[in-house]
């Protein structure tokens, strides 16, 4: 449980709400969409704002004699995982689809960045029948070195799935990122639209056919990186939602009532989505009042009630400063993705005056938004460290962040490759990175709400692509209401 500290804390933002407007979210929000520019793999537009960056990956593929080129480095290295940026391109979306209407400029911002990644996907779903590619570039091999994406010379190894090696849980994810890209060009792009459909489609066919974890069928090329710890009935779950959303055929309601009762989970990840499936399809109970989706409504609501610090089912520690704290391992990827369903729901509850119990608690949806603006504020500097956990945001920030070509100087200084050990150098000293990674969110502070800005401590100061994309939507949100 909670600390009696953290109520007062919390208690202490919700009565200040009214008179304390909080960081600067639009620009936050801008800035976590510029990170992507940071972690793009491929030729680089002329509208490159991250200007420290260039060309990379351009033979992706070329071993299995297609292009595979484009798409994102998942975190600090330069590999291309599909699992993660599939999520991180769904999460986006969802983003868009949600608070598209309040994130004014910056729509165009996070439909280019998910254009980005969705252009890739494609090549990885339509340029082989019968497979689907799901990464790029041999992760022990880049682990071994610490040189910019520029000068890769590791081997850029291609993976993928089919019929009698399956991935159930990477394909799926990648139909649930495609179908839900599918609703954000809808209108302003509606060609572009049906063939991210059509293909979404066609992916979550073979999820559903070739039933497997891809990290049976690829090891050591996945784990222990981006193991499918929880199996892959959440991402069918969550791929068959997307899609129902999507197209509103019955025949992905009746494959999702077909999967029957799902974990009951207390944490939402890039490995996790039972939390957001449940959401995601709670929709349509609150909103529509569909008795179809009631099940979903009542997992969801178990889940907040996991989550709430008062609720008497939490399962949620919180630091002294009142940060969410599930895992040591990158804490803030729990934080951002579990903020944005926190705020989603209490949205939904608001938009109906609807309202739930934990127990014998009583929870309206402030509850839910107090707690989320209380995590996005920490993230933003409102914390013990009086630190910014976004790069480039605030007055203070990490500084040497574990990432190769933010922490290497740039082919614009330097244009000589250092080689694959050569940049051990730049990452063994002290010296700030000479790249401002703008708007990336690192791992984040320990649970004694301590951060010591260390290049080698990677599980805290690593940024990754889903940190950002789950953070882009409760941004959204507080922007809305802080004008």
């Known amino acids: 449980m909670a600390s009696p500290f953290l109520f007062v804390f919390l208690l202490s933002g919700i009565l200040l709400g009214n008179t304390y407007a909080g960081p600067n979210y639009r620009e936050a929000l801008s800035k976590s969409l510029l990170f992507f ?74 439909r280019v960045a998910i254009r980005w990644a969705t252009d890739y996907l494609l090549k990885c779903a339509r340029a082989t ?26 081997p850029r190894t291609v993976y993928s799935v089919s019929p009698s090696n399956p991935g159930s849980d990477v394909a799926a994810e990648t139909a649930a990122a ?63 939602a997307w899609l129902h959303r999507a197209t509103n055929n019955q025949y992905y309601l009746n494959f999702i009532k077909s999967l029957g009762g799902g974990d009951q989970p207390d944490i939402f990840s890039w490995d996790n989505k039972y939390a957001g499936a449940y959401v995601l399809l709670s929709r349509r109970a609150v909103l529509n009042k569909d008795n179809n989706f009631e099940v979903y409504k009542q997992a969801a609501e178990n889940f907040m009630c996991k989550i709430l610090p008062n609720s008497p089912s939490s399962s949620t520690k919180y630091t002294q400063g009142g940060l969410m704290y599930k895992l040591p391992q990158s804490n803030l990827q729990y934080v951002t993705s579990i903020t944005f369903l926190l705020t989603t729901y209490a949205k939904y509850m608001k938009s109906t005056k609807h309202t739930f119990n934990c127990g014998n608690s009583f929870i309206a949806p402030n509850a839910l938004i107090n707690l989320s603006k209380r995590q996005v504020d920490y993230i933003l500097g409102v914390n013990p460290m009086k630190m910014s956990y976004m790069v480039g945001f605030g007055s203070s920030f990490p500084k040497r962040i574990h990432h ?4 290497l100087p740039s082919r614009a200084v330097r244009s000589n490759s250092l080689g694959c050990s050569g940049g051990f150098q730049s990452f063994r000293t002290q010296n700030p990175n000479p790249n401002i990674l703008a708007g990336a969110i690192v791992g984040g502070p320990d649970r004694n709400d301590q951060y010591p800005d260390q290049r080698d401590d990677y599980s805290r100061s690593e940024p990754a692509t889903y940190i950002n994309a789950a953070f882009v939507g409760p941004l959204a949100y507080f922007v809305g209401k802080s004008h």
């Open 129 to 154: 029948p019968g497979k689907l590619y799901v990464g790029v570039g041999d992760p022990n091999g880049d682990h071994k070195c610490w040189e910019r994406p520029e000068d890769m010379d590791t």
């Open 404 to 407: 190769r070509g933010s922490s």
């Open 178 to 240: 495609l179908a839900a890209s599918s609703m954000v060009f809808r209108k302003v792009d509606p060609k572009y639209s049906r063939l991210l459909l059509a293909t979404a489609k066609k992916v979550m066919q073979f999820a559903i056919q070739y039933r497997g974890a891809y990290s049976d069928s690829l090891s050591s090329a996945v784990c222990p990186f981006y193991c499918s710890y929880s199996g892959y009935k959440d991402e069918l779950l969550w791929g068959a």
């Open 37 to 110: 520019q940071g972690q793009r793999s491929g030729r680089l537009p002329g509208d490159q704002k991250l200007s420290w960056r260039f060309n990379s990956g351009l033979s992706d593929g070329s071993s299995a004699h297609v292009d595979l080129t484009g798409g994102y480095y998942d975190a600090g290295d330069n590999v291309k995982f599909n699992f993660p940026m599939a999520f991180t391109t769904t999460m986006l979306s969802w983003s868009s689809l949600e608070y598209g209407k309040k994130m004014g400029p910056e729509l165009q911002n996070a």
